[in-house]
């Protein structure tokens, strides 16, 4: 072919190519719309055509296999309320914390905490020895009293009475011997308080004159030793009192008292009318009351003889 022609069938070649590809590209449509080349489209073709597989990807290359990845370990869900925590979630103890003030103030109310537990020790055992000295005393009191109730002895003592009267040749008429209890923090009963009562009396009766103003002297005398008394008064033209006459039996109401001091841890003796008139106190220790000492206590009541003055602290 010569060369002037080629421009030529370079144009026919191009056509050709283009016509080429216009026919691919329409039969490629008309499968896929299921019509026939030349018909129109929308139009169904006479024969049914099979329904085409869906199209498969493209195999790809295969990846190399990766070691597998264990799952990740699932976090421990919180326990339930009701169930405590195992040892393994308890928080860690803080450490201890360093404190010379802490340390002191510790040392403080530990010393202060002995120091109360030991009075209230030594309370309890002073209030022990003093139950145990009262209710010795208080049995044999009651003993003595209900002995000398019926037997109703002499007794041989004389009461002087400031020089105007002698109490004398008088017999035990009759005693009474009582208690009084506490109550403790620890809810027992103990004894706090014993105490005797009793009357002695002779067959005499006694008449005292006193003139102005001797006559009150006497008259509050008999007021304060309890001697049950009567007074005629005689009096003037002025309504004044110039005399009285005083009558009153042979008779004695004297007692004692033995109580607990819980600050000394001593026992107080308080007697009253006991071998004279007028009181006396003696101190002693709840150690001191044994079987001689609630004799010469009983001694000391009927008149006799007696050791307490040696025996107990006089006071009074």
Same mark, same amino acid.
């Given at each position: 072919?010569?060369?002037? !022609?080629?421009?030529?069938?370079?144009?026919?070649? &191009?056509?050709?190519?283009?016509?080429?590809?216009?026919? $691919?590209?329409?039969?490629?449509?008309?499968?896929?719309?299921?019509?026939?080349?030349?018909? #129109?489209?929308?139009?169904?073709?006479?024969?049914?055509?099979?329904? @085409?597989?869906?199209?498969?990807?493209?195999?790809?290359?295969?990846?190399?296999?990766?070691?597998?990845?264990?799952?990740?370990?699932?976090?421990?869900?919180?326990?339930?309320?009701?169930?405590?925590?195992?040892?393994?979630? #308890?928080? $860690?103890?803080?450490?201890?914390?360093?404190?010379?003030?802490?340390?002191?103030?510790?040392?403080?109310?530990?010393?202060?905490?002995?120091?109360?537990?030991? #009075?209230?020790? /030594?309370?309890?055992?002073?209030?022990?020895?003093?139950? /145990?000295?009262?209710?010795?005393?208080?049995?044999?009191? !009651?003993?003595?009293?209900?002995?000398? !109730?019926?037997?109703?002895?002499?007794?041989?003592?004389? *009461?002087?009475?400031?020089?105007?009267?002698?109490?004398?040749?008088?017999?035990?008429?009759?005693? +009474?011997?009582?208690?009084?209890?506490?109550?403790?923090?620890?809810?027992?009963?103990? *004894?706090?308080?014993?105490?005797?009562? *009793?009357?002695?009396?002779?067959?005499?009766?006694?008449?005292?004159?006193?003139?102005?103003?001797?006559?009150?002297?006497?008259?509050?005398?008999?007021?304060?030793?309890?001697?049950?008394?009567?007074?005629? $008064?005689?009096?003037?033209?002025?309504?004044?009192?110039?005399?009285?006459?005083?009558?009153?039996?042979?008779?004695?109401?004297?007692?004692?008292?033995?109580?607990?001091? *819980?600050?000394?841890?001593?026992? &107080?003796?308080?007697? +009253?009318?006991?071998?004279?008139?007028?009181? @006396?106190?003696? $101190?002693?220790?709840?150690?001191?009351?044994?079987?001689?000492?609630?004799?010469?206590?009983?001694?000391?009541?009927?008149?006799?003889?007696? +050791?307490?003055?040696?025996?107990?602290? +006089?006071?009074?």
């Amino acid at each position: 072919m010569a060369s002037d !022609n080629w421009p030529d069938s370079r144009n026919r070649l &191009l056509e050709d190519i283009d016509k080429f590809s216009q026919q $691919e590209m329409s039969a490629t449509i008309g499968t896929t719309l299921g019509t026939t080349p030349g018909s #129109k489209p929308g139009t169904p073709s006479p024969q049914t055509q099979p329904a @085409m597989p869906a199209p498969q990807p493209a195999p790809t290359a295969a990846k190399p296999a990766t070691p597998a990845t264990p799952p990740p370990a699932a976090s421990p869900s919180p326990p339930p309320l009701h169930m405590a925590p195992s040892s393994a979630m #308890k928080p $860690e103890t803080p450490p201890a914390v360093t404190s010379s003030l802490l340390a002191n103030l510790k040392q403080q109310a530990l010393a202060k905490q002995q120091s109360e537990n030991q #009075k209230s020790a /030594k309370q309890d055992e002073i209030l022990q020895r003093i139950h /145990k000295a009262l209710g010795m005393t208080y049995q044999y009191l !009651n003993d003595l009293v209900q002995q000398l !109730n019926i037997l109703k002895p002499p007794y041989a003592k004389v *009461y002087s009475f400031f020089g105007v009267a002698d109490f004398d040749g008088m017999t035990w008429q009759e005693g +009474r011997a009582d208690f009084r209890m506490q109550e403790t923090a620890s809810e027992n009963r103990l *004894y706090d308080q014993v105490t005797l009562r *009793y009357r002695l009396s002779g067959p005499k009766q006694f008449k005292i004159v006193k003139e102005n103003p001797a006559l009150e002297k006497l008259r509050k005398a008999l007021f304060d030793y309890n001697i049950a008394f009567t007074a005629d $008064e005689a009096k003037n033209e002025r309504g004044h009192i110039e005399k009285a006459t005083f009558t009153f039996p042979c008779e004695i109401k004297a007692g004692l008292m033995l109580s607990g001091n *819980y600050e000394t841890g001593k026992l &107080l003796l308080r007697t +009253r009318h006991i071998e004279r008139f007028g009181l @006396m106190e003696y $101190e002693l220790a709840p150690e001191d009351i044994n079987q001689d000492a609630l004799d010469q206590i009983a001694q000391l009541i009927m008149g006799e003889n007696n +050791r307490v003055n040696q025996l107990f602290q +006089r006071m009074v």
